[in-house]
């Protein structure tokens, strides 16, 4: 295997939270996908140029000057999210939490070459892509660091801390590791299929994996069903013709399932009780929501042209037209925001448009907090309220 290449293809990759930008999936990518092992399936994922964030964001870390804007000089930025109530900035070298007013609560290093983060509501997940470490925090510092033998490939978490560890493996093509909050490793699978995404149920005493396969020149999205106190699988459902982009365990304990042409609604024993179809390009999706999934869908030039909110029976909840060129999109229990060159739209959970902002010049990406926007532009994050 092609280290660089399977490395280069899993920049494609970015679980849990927020924002998504999807490219026209070809059989190309499917194809490399299944010889690599690179493809990440999570929440908020996108299919763009390698390396577009990357290519806006310059050398930046934060100084020591308390509340908004918190200015960045010297570090590169990876990515911005939030942790329940707390703002999360990853770096090329650190960890940072900050509180809604902007005060720094934690930096932690990590040291990490390739460094990607995963969210829940109380910890946060960092791991070296491409390396064998990750490390496992909350508010009140670092609760466990784990060495592995073999190469990470991404990573899930769930909401008390439970984390799920994909990795190449010499006579399989993946092996899948579950940690509880304590660090204990509690269950191993080695996989034949390449597993693209990993969802933690509710209570996290299970999980919902998803693999991707290819047979009779389609491709097969695998969805199976595991309680980590067996080693046989509970259900297994095939899909076949759709590539699985996303998996959320909802605050009923049914599973919303996002792939490139399809959404799915499955309960807990493994049946699809709902599904919505679509032949658009799927620009950007969040898949956050405790009661529903929100789509974008747009041109071949990334101008979206309409946006489609999801009950969690597949229905659709409501339709809005959309003539923008969106960069990122955030949701949170009373907001849904798009972000553009230059505004911030905000629509209710109705898609009922509410108002438009001011977007902080060169924002890149927003994340909704309570009755806030933070933005993360060049060389700072921005915080203003949400005016209707």
């Known amino acids: 295997m092609d280290e660089g290449k399977t490395r280069e293809l899993s920049e494609y990759r970015k679980k849990r939270k927020r924002r998504i930008l999807i490219r026209r999936v070809s059989i190309i990518l499917v194809l490399a996908l299944l010889v690599t092992g690179a493809y990440f399936g999570m929440r908020h994922m996108g299919f763009e140029d390698i390396g577009s964030l990357m290519d806006y964001l310059q050398k930046t870390t934060t100084t020591e000057k308390t509340g908004f804007p918190v200015r960045l000089t010297g570090e590169d930025i990876y990515s911005l999210d939030s942790m ?67 190469e990470i490939l991404f990573a899930a978490l769930s909401p008390d801390g439970y984390a799920a560890v994909v990795t190449q493996a010499e006579r399989h093509a993946n092996t899948l590791l579950i940690y509880d909050k304590e660090g204990t490793e509690i269950y191993r699978m080695d996989s034949t299929e390449l597993i693209t995404a990993v969802e933690f149920t509710n209570n996290s005493r299970g999980c919902v994996v998803a693999t991707l396969s290819a047979s009779g020149g389609n491709t097969v999205s695998n969805l199976y069903g595991f309680v980590f106190n067996s080693r046989d699988k509970q259900y297994e459902v095939s899909i076949t013709g759709s590539i699985i982009l996303s998996i959320d365990c909802k605050a009923n304990g049914t599973f919303g399932v996002i792939c490139d042409n399809a959404t799915f609604i499955l309960n807990d024993s493994g049946e699809i009780t709902g599904q919505n179809q679509y032949a658009r390009k799927l620009l950007f999706f969040d898949n956050s929501l405790s009661r529903g999934m929100v789509l974008v869908f747009g041109n071949e030039l990334q101008a979206a042209d309409s946006m489609m909110l999801l009950n969690m029976d597949g229905t659709v909840k409501a339709n809005q037209i959309l003539d923008q060129k969106i960069a990122d999109i955030a949701c949170n229990d009373q907001w849904i925001a798009l972000l553009s060159e230059k505004k911030i739209y905000i629509y209710d959970h109705d898609l009922v448009f509410s108002h438009t902002q001011d977007a902080t010049l060169g924002a890149k990406q927003i994340r909704l907090i309570g009755s806030s926007v933070y933005e993360l532009g060049a060389s700072e994050i921005a915080q203003q309220p949400v005016q209707p």
């Open 84 to 150: 329940g109530d707390t703002l999360v900035l990853l770096t090329g070298k650190n960890l940072y939490l900050y509180n809604e007013s902007g005060q720094k609560l934690q930096q932690m290093t990590h040291g990490y070459t390739n460094a990607r983060l995963q969210v829940s509501s109380n910890h946060t997940l960092v791991y070296d892509l491409g390396g064998n470490k990750f490390r496992v925090d909350k508010k009140t510092g670092t609760v466990y660091n784990k060495e592995l033998t073999e």
